[in-house]
């Protein structure tokens, strides 16, 4: 079984400053994870993958996220917040085998502060 | 089309119509996905469709809901007698579905239902 725990609900950042999004996984197999950001009144966007390449996945936007094995934690960081990063934010987890089923974290709404 | 198109963009009715939903994938993108947003909620997966088959519909929370898929291509998802706890967003997605769980899901921007 498959699951993912994202620990925080709401995250406030000053503009400039970095932003650190934590998630953590269990899976029985290897699995392959996801980071998607929700806009408002928008869909889910692709921000970053991982699916055993290199353990260090950039992404769209500046973001990135480590794959962490030891401690089954796939955290979505970015140096500098911008105003436009404001916005919810989805770990996903799918364990790769046949059938793509994928479990979605609660989200982490990002507040950007000016 | 470019990518996931979902409509109506919102709907509203009564309580005890019947709606449809209706989803266009990205051509070529065999497997199709539903799932329900509701406010404050994580997303909640209702359907999965590889090809015109569903081989998984653990989702779908009663039995007033249905959805299809023909050629491939568009679904359909139909909520009968509805009522208000229906009310939500409901986003499709689609993806290559080539196998294995590796493959990211495009979503659209899915649908506002509320019921009145």
């Known amino acids: 079984a498959q699951s993912v725990t994202q620990l925080d609900s709401h995250v406030s950042v000053s503009e400039g400053t970095p932003v650190l999004l934590r998630c953590n996984y269990s899976?029985?197999?290897?699995?392959?994870l996801f980071w998607y950001v929700q806009h408002p009144n928008k869909g889910l966007q692709l921000l970053l993958k991982y699916t055993s390449a290199a353990t260090l996945v950039k992404g769209i936007n500046g973001f990135e996220a480590e794959f962490k094995k030891s401690e089954t934690s796939f955290h979505l960081t970015k140096p500098s917040a911008h105003m436009s990063d404001a916005a919810e934010y989805f770990c996903?987890?799918?364990?790769?085998?046949?059938?793509?089923?994928?479990?979605f974290g609660i989200g982490t709404k990002l507040q950007v502060i000016p | 089309g470019a990518g996931v198109s979902q409509s109506p963009s919102n709907k509203v009715t009564e309580k005890g119509k019947d709606v449809e939903l209706r989803c266009d994938p990205i051509?070529?993108?065999?497997?199709l996905y539903w799932y329900r947003q509701s406010l404050g909620q994580g997303l909640e997966f209702l359907i999965y469709f590889q090809g015109n088959s569903a081989p998984d519909k653990s989702g779908l929370p009663s039995d007033r809901f249905s959805a299809e898929r023909t050629g491939g291509s568009v679904s359909t998802l139909t909520i009968q007698r509805t009522q208000q706890e229906d009310s939500a967003v409901y986003l499709c997605a689609s993806s290559l579905g080539t196998g294995g769980g590796n493959q990211p899901q495009h979503f659209g921007d899915g649908t506002r239902l509320s019921i009145l």
């Open positions: 899976s029985s197999y290897s699995p392959s």
């Open positions: 051509s070529g993108h065999t497997a």
């Open positions: 996903v987890v799918s364990e790769g085998r046949g059938y793509q089923k994928v479990t």
